[in-house]
């Protein structure tokens, strides 16, 4: 990987991606192109203090107004929402830029849809319904501080609904930001543990794309190659935060597993890892390093190929083994990715209590990621998938 500035699009996506060490510098270019005016960027209250985002502000051309709203949590509630909306409306924003993890990113991408009609997100909360957006949502520029969510290639953002206690996906294509600056000087400063999260967060979104009932041909390379990506970087990333060439790497797989699941949707993990956030607080990441290796497991006998497949691009398969012995490899791989990195293994470790099992069950029965997965779930298999993973 070079120094350079890469400018590219991909044809199962909208969104123009440009990469590489300084590639924010680039942002004014975009808000030229889009006609802007009026940046509202939205971040949380550690990304603020970034020099990156002073860059923005002090880097600012003349005629484009700049204001910051900086009061993104992790796993944003509706009311952040509702909040951010209204700052956005009072400051006439013509563009979000979005500026951190993937709470951030959702965060703008619904704070885009919210300027523009106050009140929105409030009638987003239904489990199974299609998201509806404005119109005239606002343009976002996606610019991520962790190499994990793929939310600045995605149409999703995920909500927490503060009265109903649900963590939601809304999905619309009005939430593809237009542009994704991916600089990985900017991931340099995350700590450990939210890059180890990242990471695993990504390499879940890339196996559950892979195994999807709705996974195509090309979908199936892009996530292959997200998974080599981040298992040959994860390591090195978590250990070296100023080795860029491994961020870089990593950021690298994670969007292009974003690019992958964008289309295929998800699965079992992602189902059960809402609940764990949204009634316990985990963080994404963590809930999916835990419940991946379980929600392999599950899905291993519907897709025993498909996981040989993944094992292959792990760098463990065998070629003397038949798919069966591969596909079991590919379940330690991730296991032993996990523990190499110290990710989170248990839930009974991050404080999610043994009784609220059947509760969390129902939720991620719920979710739209069940109809993808390649392995038919009852509420039973779920309860049994969080008993294993407790
Ligand atoms: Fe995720």
Redesign the pocket.
């Known amino acids: 990987m070079n120094n350079e500035i890469i400018y590219e699009t991909f044809n199962n996506n909208p969104v123009d991606i440009i990469s590489g060490p300084g590639a924010l510098g680039e942002v004014f270019s975009c808000v030229g192109a889009l006609h802007a005016r009026r940046l509202l960027v939205v971040c949380g209250e550690n990304v603020v203090k970034l020099p990156a985002v002073n860059e923005l502000r002090d880097n600012c051309p003349n005629g484009i107004q700049l204001q910051i709203f900086d009061q993104v949590e992790p796993d944003p509630s509706d009311s952040t929402i509702v909040a951010g909306g209204e700052v956005a409306r009072d400051f006439a924003a013509d563009t979000i830029v979005a500026v951190g993890g993937?709470s951030s990113m959702d965060a703008g991408k619904a704070i885009a849809a919210e300027a523009g009609a106050e009140g929105w997100i409030l009638t987003q909360d239904q489990p199974g319904q299609s998201t509806t957006v404005p119109e005239g949502i606002l343009p976002i520029i996606a610019v991520p501080t962790t190499a994990?969510?793929?939310s600045e290639v995605t149409p999703f953002s995920?909500i927490t609904f503060t009265q109903t206690q649900r963590k939601l996906p809304l999905n619309h294509p009005g939430l593809y930001p237009r542009y994704a600056l991916l600089d990985p000087n900017l991931l340099i400063s995350a700590p450990r543990i939210a890059r180890v999260a990242a990471g695993m967060?990504?390499l879940?979104?890339a196996v559950e794309s892979y195994v999807s009932k709705e996974a195509t041909e090309h979908t199936q390379r892009q996530a292959g190659q997200a998974i080599s990506l981040i298992t040959q970087n994860l390591r090195q990333a978590a250990e070296a935060p100023s080795d860029t060439q491994a961020q870089a790497a990593l950021q690298r797989g994670a969007m292009i597993a974003g690019l992958a699941?964008a289309q295929s949707r998800?699965g079992i993990v992602?189902a059960m890892?809402l609940p764990l956030s949204a009634l316990f607080g985990v963080p994404?990441?963590q809930a999916?390093a835990i419940l991946l290796p379980y929600g392999m497991e599950y899905n291993r006998p519907a897709a025993v190929a498909e996981f040989a497949n993944i094992a292959e691009a792990m760098g463990v398969s065998e070629e003397q083994s038949d798919d069966e012995a591969n596909s079991r490899r590919a379940v330690e791989a991730v296991e032993h990715l996990a523990e190499d990195v110290q990710a989170s293994r248990r839930m009974r470790d991050v404080g999610v209590t043994q009784d609220a099992i059947p509760r969390m069950a129902e939720e991620a029965m719920k979710s739209p990621h069940i109809a993808r997965n390649p392995r038919a779930i009852q509420l039973d298999d779920l309860i049994a998938v969080y008993e294993r993973a407790y």
């Open positions: 993937g994990g969510t793929g995920v967060d990504a879940t979104h699941f998800l992602h890892a994404h990441g999916n």
